[in-house]
């Protein structure tokens, strides 16, 4: 990797308070094929010359090794071999390092290219365009896709999702009953496929009834209804819905932006607004405080999501 590159992140407090300012950032990088890879820059640790990485038996596919970093041992994963791409006898000098569920992990890439601000209206689902190779669309990890200035797609991984391929899905025990009405609800947003299940299925278990929104801006639009639904019968909102769960990083609308707008308005009034994030750093928790959440919890933990829902909806 060049030395330029190494010096294209910089580390993620840096980047406080500048979310949900009109767009996402997107480290763009490439796995040796004519498709753009994209991966959104709060999930980035940092960019570096791979370094030596030590094979070790019976790991899942894909997880090439281990390697030392600043102290703790990093799972290395080939990332071409999970979106289909030819990833035979190709080294990978330059890793991505990401944050997920308190742990990191480093992703090979063949290069990196730079970091770009995307404003949230060119950034959609990947059901919304057309994609010109469907190979990493079939495989199901790309959470958005993008359009370049020069007509080029940027497809954007789900980070999370490939994660939880090879730390497995979590196990959802038994829990607690929550003391809700019949008529109340949570309403949730993620874009993650994997953790709108084990939201789902945490409801599910707590007996609690559900609403759900795959983005920021779709979970505006049907809160927004919502709203105007109770308005019109005479009645408040926040009598029926009880929580609002809001992922940090989505498309065509983040979580701190949705909250913020949630929290302006009144109709949202003592409704309190929860962030589940896959990233556990004091910095991630400042951005999540300052756009106004009243609590956040870290993703991928189901027990720990139960007890933090558990006094909201029992209020």
């Not at 407090?13 to 994209?38: A, Q």
């Not at 007509?151 to 789900?158: F, N, Q, R, T």
């Not at 951005?287 to 919890?297: C, L």
Request: net charge negative.
């Amino acid at each position: 990797m060049q030395a330029k590159e190494a010096s294209l992140f910089s580390p993620m407090d840096s980047h406080v308070g500048r979310e949900g300012r009109g767009g996402m950032e997107i480290l763009l990088f490439s796995l040796g094929t004519r498709e753009i890879f994209g991966i959104n820059v709060f999930k980035v640790r940092e960019v570096a010359q791979t370094p030596a990485i030590t094979k070790t038996p019976n790991m899942p596919e894909g997880v090439e090794g281990v390697l030392s970093m600043r102290g703790h041992i990093i799972p290395v994963l080939t990332l071409a071999k999970f979106i289909r791409a030819d990833a035979s006898d190709r080294r990978y000098q330059t890793m991505v390092v990401t944050e997920f569920n308190r742990g990191s992990y480093a992703f090979l890439v063949d290069s990196v290219d730079r970091i770009i601000q995307v404003d949230w209206e060119k950034i959609r689902s990947p059901e919304r365009i057309m994609m010109s190779d469907g190979s990493a669309e079939q495989s199901g990890l790309i959470t958005a896709v993008t359009e370049m200035d020069d007509g080029s797609l940027v497809s954007i991984l789900d980070v999370e999702q490939i994660l939880t391929r090879v730390t497995g899905e979590s196990v959802i025990p038994d829990m607690p009953k929550a003391s809700i009405a019949e008529h109340q609800y949570v309403f949730f947003c993620d874009d993650s496929v994997i953790a709108r299940k084990e939201i789902t299925m945490v409801l599910e278990k707590m007996s609690v009834k559900f609403q759900q929104a795959n983005n920021g801006r779709e979970a505006w639009e049907r809160l927004n209804l919502l709203a105007n639904r109770r308005f019109e019968e005479g009645e408040g909102l926040h009598d029926s819905l009880k929580v609002i769960l809001v992922d940090a990083e989505m498309p065509e609308m983040d979580g701190y932006t949705l909250t913020r707008m949630i929290k302006a308005d009144a109709r949202f009034k003592d409704i309190p607004v929860i962030m589940h994030s896959s990233l556990s750093s004091s910095a991630s928790r400042a951005m999540g405080a300052s756009a106004g959440v009243n609590g956040y919890v870290a993703k991928f933990d189901p027990m720990v999501l139960a007890e933090t829902l558990m006094p909201y909806l029992s209020r």
